[in-house]
């Protein structure tokens, strides 16, 4: 396991290696470097994990980040970045890991076009670039109903960008393809996290435009998910009923005839919508909608989720009100709640493990139905660091995959969590 403090002396020595090791470069290649870091800590009312770390003991893990990045001008045309970052593992909930955000070749040929190849974050949110960069935005944690809803914002792969200065105002169209490989978290109140490793495909297209000081952005991502391993995944469990008790087949180590669906790869299709408005002077409405489509499975995540904030200055404060939703729609609601309801003392004589593999199943299915009203404000130490407070209520309807349900009970429901987040962000 890696503490905290040495994967913050990695990623330190890791940075001054590279700039030893660079040093000789530098007269032949124009070389910057940068850093960022957010020392965030936030406490909750209630006993259960929500958003992985948060409960009524505090923690830093869930806001705290702390990353570099180092930029090579190698000619007129042609540039290299290398991003890195600390930050609590997305392997498992114990670690924290150093890995590369950044890490791609661009080709800018002239002002209008930009090429990328490379490990790099495609800007499907509005603040999907400078997502770990807690500084250069006003909220102390930007909405989880919008920005966890995506499977990947970080691919491996191809990035074209093309530029237009229109009437209406600057305007790009970014166009991607690649892929990385991740680990899927469910919570299962029988076996806690576990971690399945996947890999996603994403193409897409993402169209902006600047106009004085507002922005609108569009966004289509078509997405495709592999298990690394190579087995499928489970895409519909029969319906078992006879002999005085009734489940779901949820293996076909199970007894029944019927086998379980299976597919060899999910798909999700994703539609983003956002604005960030001037309204008036020193006054912001910011804006992100966004609809996933998930097919082939009734068990996955089909979600529509968004918010609304509204965003005043005042001198070197800018308090801000938020309300968030997210909200799984279509059968695969249906299927989790009905698995979490199979629950008899019949089943338990039958086989003891089937009650126990109905719970997993439902668990493993990510349903999503919450909403989140947050007051807060960031204040302006200098202009590269800010201090960030924010108290936010969450509602938890039929159920919700942020939440961490306590083994041997039902799946959380029509709760409100309080949350608490303090926070400094900076840069350098």
Known sequence: MRSPRTACFVAILGCGLVATLAAPLAHAVDLSASGFGTLGYAVSDQPYHYQRFIDDH???????????????????????????KVAPSLNNDEDWSLTASWAFVSWRPNNDWLLRLGKQRVPMYLNSENLDVGQTYDFARLPFEMYGLAPTTDLTGLYVSRNWMLDIGETSLDLFSGGANLKSRAYLRDAGAVFLPVHTKETGAVLTLRRDTSTWRLSLHHTTTRLRNGDDFPSHYPYVEGGGVAYYRVSNNMPGLEPVGTTDYIVNDI??????????????????????????????????????????????????????????????????????????PALNFFDPRLNASQRQASDAIL????????????????????LKAEWARTRIGNRSA???????????????????SLSYSFVF
């Open 58 to 84: 505090g923690s830093f893990k869930r806001d705290t980040v702390l990353g570099g990045q180092v930029d090579a001008k190698l000619s007129p045309e042609w540039s290299a970045t290398v991003q890195a």
């Open 271 to 344: 539609i983003t919508l956002a604005g960030d408005i001037e309204l008036a002077p020193n006054w912001r409405l910011v804006s992100e909608l966004a609809r996933n489509i998930q097919m082939r499975t009734e068990n996955g995540a089909n979600t529509a989720g968004g918010y609304v904030a509204v965003l005043h200055k005042v001198g070197d404060f800018t308090p801000y009100v938020s309300y968030a939703r997210l909200r799984s729609m279509g059968v695969s609601v249906q299927v989790a709640n009905a698995l979490n309801a199979v629950q008899s």
């Open 402 to 420: 942020t939440v961490d349900s306590p083994a041997g009970e039902d799946v959380i429901r029509r709760q409100r969590i309080n949350v608490l």
């Open 367 to 386: 349903v999503f139905d919450q909403d989140t009203v947050a007051l807060g404000t960031s204040y302006a130490l200098t202009s590269q660091s800010k």
